[in-house]
């Protein structure tokens, strides 16, 4: 249904900008809802921790090899009903986790799982970024933190259902059908935007511009730290620091508390500074984060290392699929390459910090974290926005700012 409102008026912007956040927010909460009830599944499924290792590791699977369709799909259908189909496709593959009996039907069920949160990420990624672009101003940080937001309210109702004893097939099948409601009536109010006649249709499996293959470089390391301090930072403290389970929980409540806080916030810090400034200093604050992990080794100094950690690498993400669909005469396509590294990073650096950490030691694992985040700094200048059809950069207020008309 249309409004008779152009799409670029400002009222109509402004209602796009809040439409596109809440699908961020229903995106996370599907996260949050399943994340909550890993335990019911392994125990319904029959696993034991090394095969539901191996289970888990299919969502990003399945998001990498299928994120390279999204493009497609974008341009086929325009870029809110191609958002319509897969957000439902994905809110609605909640439900498939907790029906699988066995491993090998719940590593097929997060396979697709994890297909459709890919592809429905990089659609939703692609009208955030054209809705900043005509804004005029950045806003790709708070929609991820607005994801962040969804995964915490998902979270805290799966957490709820399990301390109730609810069984999961039937939380999961409510949540569903709650998060597809809420996914299709926010979805109504993004951006209709279809693609022009002469753009080119992108190949099923095109590769994308090299330009975004050096922005998910950036991605991988923010990924990578953010992944392995997730994963890793509490069994740290724990084994490295001999500090009790409660201690060890709160470096990873500081470090997501720090990196949803900085999404959240760091628009304005974007608009004031440019992404290329922003994501260094992020670097130079994540690495002394890293630093302070790897060298003080005293559980203060962890807990305000791996919350430095989180508030340098927040941003990161967020910037690296504004300046892929920047890069290139078609958006989704670059954001779904940035998009494959960084679930590739993801993907690999809990079982890469666990091989290093075997190898030689935890600590040693995490100087590796602290030398990717330092990489961040000079691996910022990727960000910077270049004038379209040229090879110039535009001036160092990079972010939404200085985003095309």
């Known amino acids: 249904m249309t409004t008779g409102e152009p799409e670029s008026s400002p009222s109509r912007l402004r209602r796009a900008r809040f439409s596109i956040a809440a699908v961020f927010c229903a995106h996370g909460a ?135 004893g609810a069984d999961a097939r039937l939380h999961h099948l409510v949540a569903a059908l709650a998060l597809t409601g809420a996914g299709l009536a926010a979805v109504h109010g993004v951006l209709d935007l279809r693609s022009t006649q002469d753009e080119e249709a992108p190949a099923h499996f095109a590769l994308p511009p090299r330009s975004a293959l050096l922005i998910g470089a950036v991605g991988f390391a923010a990924v990578f730290a953010e992944g392995a301090s997730i994963d890793w930072s509490a069994v740290y403290l724990r084994d490295v620091l001999d500090t009790d389970a409660g201690l060890a929980a709160a470096s990873t409540t500081a470090f997501a508390l720090t990196m949803t806080a900085a999404r959240l916030l760091g628009d304005r810090v974007v608009d004031r500074f440019g992404a290329v400034r922003t994501v260094r200093t992020g670097g130079v604050l994540a ?55 960084t679930y590739t990073s993801g993907l690999i650096a809990p079982s890469a910090i666990g091989a290093v950490a075997d190898a030689t030691s935890l600590a040693v694992s995490f100087a590796l974290v602290t030398a990717l985040a ?32």
Request: include cysteine.
């Open 30 to 164: 599907v996260t949050g809802s399943f994340a909550t009830r890993i335990p019911w599944i392994q125990d319904h499924a029959g696993l034991d921790a090394g095969s539901l290792g191996l289970a888990l590791a299919f969502p990003a699977l399945g998001a990498a090899l299928a994120m390279p369709l999204a493009g497609r799909i974008n341009h086929r259908f325009g870029a809110r009903a191609a958002l319509r189909g897969l957000l439902v496709l994905w809110t609605l593959s909640l439900v498939l986790p907790s029906l699988a009996p066995d491993f090998v039907t719940l590593c097929a069920a997060l396979l697709v799982y994890g297909a459709t949160s890919g592809m429905s990420d990089v659609a939703m990624n692609a009208l955030g970024v054209e809705t900043e672009n005509r804004l005029g101003r950045s806003i790709m940080s708070s929609l991820h933190g607005m994801w962040s937001g969804g995964a915490l309210l998902g979270s805290a109702a799966g957490t709820a259902a399990a301390h109730a």
């Open 287 to 341: 690495t002394a984060g890293g630093l302070l992990v790897v060298l003080v080794r005293h559980p203060a100094a962890a807990l305000a290392g791996f919350g430095l950690i989180g508030l340098g690498v927040a941003v990161v993400v967020p910037l690296a699929f504004a300046a892929a669909a920047r890069s290139g005469p078609a958006p989704a396509q670059a954001i779904a390459g940035v998009a494959t590294i």
């Open 374 to 405: 330092f990489l961040l700094v000079p691996g910022a200048a990727v960000l910077r926005r270049h004038r379209p059809g040229t090879g110039a950069a535009a001036p160092d207020r990079d972010g939404a700012a200085a985003a095309r008309p």
